[in-house]
């Protein structure tokens, strides 16, 4: 099992495989346990295969190869609506002749479940998301935020043990698609809800996961907590697409344990993690996060490497600084220095000295 799955797995995904015209395969091979209440977030550019996973685990699209299970049940040839999952959509989807309360009514109706239970889940569904008094309303009268409560109140009402979300807060403006992030999260751990979430926002994945599963190519990149997804990539792709990112291209000279000595393009040499570099003279794309670079000279550590750079741009940015530096022939390196009253603010074309410890420098492939 991957990092932070070591309950029973509820939902798994054994060698499964996807194509739409028998020959390209858009997932490949791919074997994924989840436990019961876990917040799962499938992250990965457009037609990475996320999206695709989640319609196969909703029963909207068929495993062309592999086995989906659900607590231990195979639900390859069950239906849709007889898996039991609660899905919520970009788009809402809710019925727009319907009132609030019997767009959530439906799924209940649906189970046959009666008026007076149908009536008393509704109402604590709305009242879960803070809704209970709009159940006489109709979608239209509801703004983008309340529309995608509602969505959410919908997907919960029969009480599923599984919740998808496709990109659910996509339509939202950036303060609301916030504050729905934590909302979101607090409600499914609250609710003990095992919920698969899929975006291409890297932050919406960092801030809302217990863990991401990071998909390029059809594959699982990388798959690991918020934290050590973005402190510990495993591979360049992981690197760059998971936040703000400073590489240096150069080959390695030497292999000696935790440690690898990398000679950088520019004939720099400096101390990195070797990562998946695996012997003397092979490429590498060196990998440190702006964070962890520092410019005071008092800040700077004992056993810190420095390189000489040259100040391209200096940016306030409220909370911190963004800088962009000439670093041993990259021109897009930046550092990222918090707003302190003793922090040196730099000119561009001024010449300094940059360090960071040789633990916060992974030496990953070159690709």
Known sequence: MADG????????????????????????????????????????????????CLMMLAGFE??????????GVSINDIPPHKRGIGMVFQNYALFPHMTIAENLAFPLEVRKLGKAEQEEKVKRALDMVEMGSFGGRRPAQLSGGQQQR??????????????LMDEPLGALDKQLREKMQFEITHLAHQLGITTVYVTHDQTEALTMSDRVAVFDDGRI????????????????????????????EGVIKEIKGNTCVVQLDGGEIIDAVPVNVSQVGERTRVSIRPERVEYNRDRLHADAHTLKAEVLEFIY?????????????????????????????????????????AEDCRALDAS
Do not use: C
């Open 5 to 52: 799955a070591s309950n029973e797995a509820f939902v798994e995904f054994e060698r499964v495989q996807k194509s739409y015209d028998g020959e390209t395969l858009v997932v490949k091979d791919l074997n994924l346990t989840m436990p019961k209440g876990e917040f799962l977030t499938m992250l990965g550019p457009s037609g990475s295969g996320k999206t695709t």
């Open 62 to 71: 068929t495993a062309t190869h592999g086995d989906i299970r659900l607590g």
């Open 150 to 163: 509602v969505a959410l109140a919908r997907a919960l009402v029969f009480e599923p043990e599984l919740v």
């Open 221 to 248: 990149q990388q798959l690991a907590p918020p934290d050590k997804l973005y402190e510990q990539p495993e591979n360049s792709f992981v690197a760059q697409f998971i936040g703000e990112n400073n590489t240096l």
């Open 317 to 357: 940015m409220g909370d911190i600084f963004r800088t962009r530096l000439r670093v041993a022939g990259n021109d897009e390196f930046i550092i990222k220095t918090r707003n302190a009253p003793d922090q040196v603010r730099l000119k561009p074309g001024q010449e300094i000295e940059i360090g960071w410890l």
